[in-house]
């Protein structure tokens, strides 16, 4: 299994390019707690806001056809 998710074209959507990345291999390997939530988040703005935890980094991160 590769430790990197390859982004997605979201279909129908009226804009030209939509980035999306198939996490459900991370959330697979995830230790279920007793409740959850679902968050949408805009990205231009906000991707380098969103700190993550040190140590998921390498589970978190994206490929895309400039690198990781």
Do not use: E
């Not at 995830?30 to 990205?43: L, S």
């Not at 806001?49 to 990781?68: E, Y």
């Amino acid at each position: 299994m590769s430790l990197c998710s390859g982004p997605m074209p979201k279909a129908n959507r009226s804009t030209p390019f939509w980035l999306t990345a198939d996490y459900r291999p991370v959330n697979g390997m995830t230790i279920p707690i007793a409740a959850y939530g679902f968050a949408g988040f805009n990205m231009s703005s906000g991707f380098s806001q969103l700190p993550l935890a040190k140590g998921s980094h390498n589970i978190m991160r994206f490929i895309t056809d400039g690198g990781v």
